[in-house]
């Protein structure tokens, strides 16, 4: 079955600098993934997604993610961080019909 | 409503009590899923229901849950003399099937408290 693992639970970073989520998957048959944000007390909400086509995907908020096979990763970025970026991140795969999410890391801003 | 609606939004209950947690999906979305978010930990399937299929069930942690869906629409996640592990969130998703690469729409969740 296919997996996720978001290395770091926890990730700190200064405002206006480099946000980077990683995110490694496994999967038989090739995947489709996803990353969230769920921000406190709320749901989670959809920040991109990778189908087929170009592996570099773009998203909401200035976040982008880049499939990469050989490497079996989809990490996510940012180039400058805000502090409305704090928040839990979650990395999912779906193959088989079947979406699994990763432990979540989650991403304090500092001033 | 445009998205996934859940309640009650929050929800404390005493110990050994039964409760019901209702989800409304999207409208269209044939697919409906509930997950469980204990604090500080990931999200854990608990079950899926598609169309008029058969629900998958593998998540559920014990006989006291269950769950139903009317219509092909509403849901309703009924957990059976709660126990104090119980207490999470507890999130409806939707999603137009269960297909790969089809995105999953979640819920704000209901807060559940067992005292």
């Known amino acids: 079955a296919q997996s996720v693992t978001q290395l770091g639970s926890h990730v700190s970073v200064s405002e206006g600098a480099l946000v980077l989520l990683r995110c490694n998957y496994s999967s038989s048959v090739p995947p489709y993934l996803f990353w969230y944000v769920q921000y406190p007390n709320q749901g989670l909400q959809l920040l991109l997604k990778y189908t087929t086509g170009a592996t570099l995907v773009k998203g909401i908020n200035g976040f982008e993610a880049e499939f990469k096979k050989s490497e079996t990763s989809f990490h996510l970025t940012k180039p400058s961080a805000h502090m409305s970026d704090a928040a839990e991140y979650f990395c999912a795969v779906t193959a088989y019909n079947d979406m699994r999410f990763g432990a979540g890391t989650r991403l304090t801003v500092k001033p | 409503g445009a998205g996934v609606s859940q309640s009650p939004s929050n929800k404390v209950t005493e110990k050994g009590k039964d409760v019901e947690l209702r989800c409304d999906p999207i409208?269209?979305?044939?697919?409906l899923y509930w997950y469980r978010q204990s604090l500080g930990q990931g999200l854990e399937f608990l079950i899926y229901f598609q169309g008029n299929s058969a629900p998958d069930k593998s998540g559920l942690p014990s006989d006291r849950f269950s769950a139903e869906r009317t219509g092909g629409s509403v849901s309703t996640l009924t957990i059976q003399r709660t126990q104090q592990e119980d207490s999470a969130v507890y999130l409806c998703?939707?999603?137009?099937?269960?297909?790969?690469?089809?995105?999953?729409?979640f819920g704000e969740g209901s807060w559940l408290t067992v005292v």
């Open positions: 998703a939707s999603s137009l099937s269960r297909r790969d690469g089809n995105t999953i729409y």
């Open positions: 409208s269209g979305h044939t697919a």
